[in-house]
């Protein structure tokens, strides 16, 4: 699977963002797709994932009521809607695909998944 994601910018607090993410190579459908972030100095962390198996959504705690994760099988997108932007969303983010089942104990663990987006820079200004 290759992802290409985009859609990151500059913007000021409180604004939104739609991030996208493309991806090609094999049978989208199936896979379980995530979104994940890392901000300078810090380590990789979850943002929200979409299990293709029974369609579950999941977010992280920081985002959960901000954020929407969405996908679309047929264009092969997944999509993550950003809204009420905070400086501490400044990260750049990752789309990352799992094949097969993922359990959901493993579903917000980077390395979980087996394929990973070049990422787009998110910043927001305060």
């Known amino acids: 699977v290759q992802l290409q994601a985009s859609g990151g910018g500059l913007v000021q607090a409180g604004d939104s963002l739609r991030l996208s993410c493309v991806a090609s190579?094999?049978?989208?459908?199936?896979?379980?797709m995530g979104w994940f972030r890392q901000a300078p100095g810090k380590e990789r962390e979850f943002v929200s994932a979409?299990?293709?198996?029974?369609?579950?959504?999941y977010y992280a705690d920081s985002v959960k009521g901000r954020f929407t994760i969405s996908r679309d099988n047929a264009k092969n997108t997944v999509a993550l809607q950003m809204n009420s932007l905070k400086a501490e969303d400044t990260a750049v983010y990752y789309c990352?695909?799992?094949?097969?089942?993922?359990?959901?104990?493993?579903?917000?663990?980077?390395?979980?998944?087996?394929?990973w987006g070049q990422g787009t820079q998110v910043t927001v200004s305060s």
């Open positions: 990352a695909a799992k094949n097969g089942h993922i359990i959901t104990s493993e579903i917000k663990r980077a390395g979980a998944y087996n394929y």
């Open positions: 190579g094999r049978t989208f459908s199936r896979e379980t």
């Open positions: 979409f299990r293709s198996s029974d369609r579950s959504t």
